[in-house]
């Protein structure tokens, strides 16, 4: 079994920056693409950034230029940098990784609010 834990959420005003972090942890032989999703009150769940085992990014439109996602391969750790905080940020953001070619694992979430 696999085990997804992310930690760095908080309240911070508009313009400022968290860090995210997500460790994957458990029977554990691979790992192959990590990523960040984010869901608010009444919303779906959407994809905010993803990474593969090469380091190759993908990005939401909307975070793209004040988010960064980046991975240790060998630490099974997925973070993830967001600056330029807006409101509209706010949401519970889950880690997500597809574990052992078979697996697609979630995290409990992290909850993020923007406001002043």
């Known amino acids: 079994q696999v085990q997804l834990v992310e930690s760095g959420g908080g309240l911070v005003q508009p313009g400022g920056s968290l860090r995210l972090s997500c460790v994957a942890s458990?029977?554990?032989?691979?790992?192959?693409?990590m990523g960040w999703y984010r869901q608010a009150p009444g919303k779906q769940r959407d994809l905010v950034a993803t990474?593969?085992?090469?380091?190759?990014?993908r990005y939401a439109d909307s975070v793209k230029g004040r988010f960064t996602i980046s991975r240790d391969n060998a630490k099974n750790t997925v973070w993830l940098q967001m600056n330029s905080l807006k409101p509209e940020d706010s949401a519970v953001y889950y880690c997500?990784?597809?574990?052992?070619?078979?697996?697609?694992?979630w995290g409990q979430g992290t909850q993020v609010i923007v406001s002043s």
């Open positions: 997500n990784a597809d574990v052992n070619l078979n697996e697609v694992a």
């Open positions: 458990g029977r554990i032989w691979r790992i192959t693409d």
């Open positions: 990474i593969t085992r090469a380091e190759t990014t």
